[in-house]
């Protein structure tokens, strides 16, 4: 019993560990796409805390912190990242763009820069149209003014142009390999300010920013890879921003469904674990009634050869008849100590009557009594013949 109990433990246990195995599930996107390679808060982020443009620049290419985690070239290496700067009047568009090959490069997105009549700055990070979707805009909101604010409007500025390009790039920098996607969010998640706030947009309030940017915009990954559009990679969304609702929902449905599942298993090996523990229990009182019957039956015999009652009782009668033939066969041939005979069974009567069950050999006793008269009747017919014979002997 002890053995099966063992084992009976072992399965729950392993079952349990299944459950919670079950239990703890991570939800992660079947297709990744181009986009999920660099997330524009954490560049939002990044501008909000950087001194200057050659300060933003180095934060984006940090290997370090590691923001972004493009690949379009291929060759497993992180692009560089570098930022070139048009101003015009009140406005500042500083264009993102990812070094590929010599003289070949790919805006990933632009940051826009606008100070209204009463000194009020409006910023806005909008995604390339060909990496994030149309109309994919991030509006940081600042706990505190940033300090490149005050860099933009002295007199003296001039507009930041990267002095580096395919091969030639600045000293702190080194490429890595670029990481699956969801290690990337989990590391570029660090990395963003959470005091700051980052309201989603779908529209630009900068129309002379978009004007600039028509002509300044490099799409050198588009061009050779033309098939390759955030519309064509994503046929039943508009931009990035759906694309990441319709993964939140869908994802939310698989972990549902299969909440629901593992609940439904959970309960299935409960109630087939079930009988199991009860037919076990069944069967160790079963055994263990047995037992205590077989060590009782002992006390209800004076006979220590009998093991149970029922079988005392069987046995008891069937060996009182046997004894009794056995006595009457042995008794017959010799009639003449009948007497002595007498004696024997009188003084056998008490011993058999000292068990309750050879009730039935006492109502046989009287028997032995008429046998013995027997014997002096013929006794005394012979007698008789002898008087007979004298008396012919006699006439």
Avoid: C
């Amino acid at each position: 019993m002890k053995t099966k109990f063992t084992i009976f433990a072992l399965f729950a246990t392993l079952f349990a560990t299944q459950i919670q195995a079950q239990d703890m599930t991570t939800v992660r996107a079947n297709n990744s796409d181009i986009s999920d390679n660099l997330d524009l808060k954490a560049v939002a982020s990044i501008f909000g805390e950087s001194e200057d443009l050659a300060d933003f620049e180095r934060r984006l290419n940090d290997p370090k912190i590691q923001i972004s985690n493009l690949d379009l070239n291929g060759d497993n290496q992180v692009d560089y990242l570098r930022v070139i700067e048009t101003v015009e009047n009140n406005t500042h568009l500083i264009i993102i763009q990812s070094v590929l090959e010599k003289d070949v490069y790919q805006d990933v997105a632009t940051v826009e820069v606008e100070r209204d009549s009463n000194n009020n700055v409006q910023v806005q990070v909008v995604g390339d149209v060909y990496m994030y979707g149309s109309n994919y805009i991030y509006e940081p909101v600042y706990v505190h003014t940033p300090v490149i604010y005050n860099v933009f409007w002295m007199n003296s500025y001039r507009p930041y142009y990267s002095p580096y390009y395919y091969s030639y790039y600045p000293s702190y920098y080194s490429p890595w390999n670029p990481y699956p996607i969801y290690r990337y969010r989990r590391n570029v998640h660090v990395h963003i300010n959470v005091n700051n706030h980052y309201n989603y947009v779908n529209t630009r309030r900068s129309s002379r920013a978009e004007s600039m940017y028509r002509s300044n915009r490099a799409d050198g990954y588009a061009r050779q890879n033309p098939n390759r559009s955030f519309a064509q990679r994503n046929n039943n969304v508009t931009n990035r921003h759906e694309l990441v609702e319709t993964r939140n929902q869908n994802a939310g449905t698989r972990a549902t469904t299969k909440a629901n599942s593992t609940r439904a298993n959970s309960s299935t090996r409960n109630t087939g674990v079930t009988p199991t523990r009860s037919t076990s229990n069944t069967r160790a009182t079963e055994t263990r009634n047995t037992t205590s019957t077989r060590s009782q039956a002992p006390s209800r015999t004076n006979n220590g050869s009998v093991r149970s009652t029922t079988n005392s009782s069987n046995r008891t009668q069937t060996a009182t008849p046997t004894r009794d033939t056995q006595t009457r066969t042995e008794s017959a041939p010799v009639r003449r100590q009948a007497p002595v005979q007498t004696q024997t069974r009188t003084q056998s009567a008490p011993t058999r009557t000292q068990a309750p069950a050879q009730s039935q050999p006492r109502a046989q006793a009287p028997q032995a009594p008429a046998r013995t008269q027997s014997a002096p009747q013929q006794s005394q017919r012979s007698g008789g013949g002898e008087t007979r014979g004298n008396s012919g002997g006699r006439r």
